[in-house]
């Protein structure tokens, strides 16, 4: 897996990047996702946001951004991936981020 050990000491990043990550219940690439991404928060590399689909919020993502299935990622804002997150496209968000 491309995942950052929780042992990885924290970097410093000049400026954080905000995830949302939209999820279902029930939902294993949802679970999949979070623990990913909470790796890479815990690594110093991301702000991350979890939004149920069923909040006011997450609703008005779902409208906006349209995703064919859960989890709906967002960076920055923008959409990232709908879906479960290829771990090659992880790999990728994680050097741009590192360069920070």
């Known amino acids: 897996m491309n995942e950052i ?10 400026e954080v990047v905000n995830v949302t990550l939209v999820t279902t219940p029930a939902c294993h690439f949802c ?4 623990q990913r991404l909470h790796a890479l928060e815990r690594a110093g590399l991301l702000r991350l ?14 409208a ?7 989890p709906l990622t967002l960076v920055a804002g923008r959409y990232f991936h709908a879906g479960r997150i290829p771990r090659g496209k992880l790999a990728r968000l994680v050097d741009r981020l590192g360069a920070r």
């Open 5 to 14: 050990p929780a042992s990885a000491p924290p970097t410093a990043p000049t």
């Open 31 to 34: 679970d999949d996702a979070h």
């Open 49 to 62: 946001t979890a939004v149920p689909a069923e909040s006011p919020q997450g609703e008005a993502l779902i």
């Open 64 to 70: 906006e951004h349209r995703p064919g299935s859960f």
